[in-house]
């Protein structure tokens, strides 16, 4: 197990298998040395966090949604270094989507579910570049995804 494996251990986090791809692409790509991430939505063991937030999902929910998807991105992460996350040198940058109703503003609050599993996993190498964005629709109706862009060596 690796060390971030570790960390995450202790943090009660352990890592599913990678979510296969629902369309037409793959689950990361790589060039050179950084491993872009496809987004990953907010699904689990359990089936995952569903609907508008700020109508059919609370804030605190939808952080937690961000945080599975943070989940899945390291399980994709994992794949992608065949197995080994001290592989990653940084999180370069995430992209957070959030399915808002018109009167939610709390985006970057939501997208911070998956940012602290970042900072938890990597330390400073997770601290990242990011964007939060609240979107109409999200594929199958999940309140969130999340893309990424990794440093590997």
């Given at each position: 197990?690796?060390?971030?494996?570790?960390?995450?251990?202790?943090?009660?986090?352990?890592l599913?298998?990678?979510?296969?791809?629902?369309a037409n692409?793959?689950?990361?790509?790589?060039?050179?040395?950084?491993?872009?991430?496809?987004?990953?939505v907010?699904?689990?063991?359990?089936?995952?966090?569903?609907?508008?937030?700020?109508?059919?999902?609370?804030?605190?929910?939808?952080?937690a949604?961000?945080?599975?998807?943070?989940?899945?991105?390291?399980?994709?992460?994992?794949?992608?270094?065949?197995?080994?996350?001290?592989?990653?040198?940084?999180?370069?940058?995430?992209?957070?989507?959030?399915?808002?109703?018109?009167?939610?503003?709390?985006?970057?609050?939501?997208?911070?579910?998956?940012?602290?599993?970042?900072?938890?996993?990597?330390?400073?190498?997770?601290?990242?570049?990011?964007?939060?964005?609240?979107?109409?629709?999200?594929?199958?109706?999940?309140?969130?995804?999340?893309?990424?862009?990794?440093?590997?060596?």
């Amino acid at each position: 197990m690796s060390q971030v494996e570790d960390r995450l251990a202790a943090a009660g986090i352990t890592l599913p298998q990678p979510n296969p791809p629902v369309a037409n692409y793959v689950p990361f790509v790589r060039a050179g040395n950084l491993v872009h991430i496809s987004g990953q939505v907010s699904v689990d063991a359990a089936g995952g966090v569903k609907g508008v937030v700020g109508e059919d999902v609370d804030a605190e929910t939808a952080k937690a949604a961000a945080r599975t998807c943070g989940i899945n991105l390291l399980a994709q992460m994992r794949a992608a270094c065949d197995g080994d996350l001290d592989r990653i040198v940084r999180v370069v940058k995430l992209g957070g989507f959030v399915q808002a109703g018109p009167n939610f503003f709390d985006i970057p609050q939501v997208v911070n579910g998956c940012s602290d599993v970042m900072v938890l996993a990597f330390g400073d190498a997770g601290k990242h570049a990011r964007s939060a964005v609240g979107v109409y629709r999200l594929p199958l109706n999940f309140a969130v995804e999340v893309d990424a862009v990794v440093e590997v060596r």
